[in-house]
């Protein structure tokens, strides 16, 4: 008989690098298109007339073509950094490693 897993949540947030702020947040069961799409979604209601630059890593969730339209239909560019080379990201990974840090780990 296996243990029962822990319940995890996925949390996805987009970073605002002119001011640092999350400008929106969503929490989920599962890191997928979804969660993301509705990330997306809730900053773009926000700031509805933002057009910002969109940092983001390689994950299936930004590279996949309905991601891409979205961010076209809002007048927003797509920036994604080449394999390994993960200049762009650097602000949202710091980010997670503080609240790993400070919530997660109890630090």
Not at 48 to 66: C, E, I, K, M, T
Request: charged fraction near 20%.
């Amino acid at each position: 008989m296996s243990l029962p897993q822990k319940h995890q949540i996925r949390i996805s947030a987009i970073l605002d690098l002119y001011d640092w702020r999350i400008v929106s947040h969503v929490i989920g069961d599962s890191n997928n298109n979804t969660l993301v799409f509705k990330t997306f979604d809730a900053a773009v209601f926000a700031n509805p007339d933002a057009r910002p630059l969109f940092h983001s890593d390689r994950g299936f969730q930004y590279a996949n073509r309905v991601f891409y339209a979205k961010l076209e239909q809002q007048g927003m560019t797509q920036s994604m950094s080449r394999v390994a080379k993960c200049i762009e990201n650097g602000p949202m990974e710091g980010f997670w490693g503080i609240i790993k840090r400070e919530r997660y780990y109890g630090h």
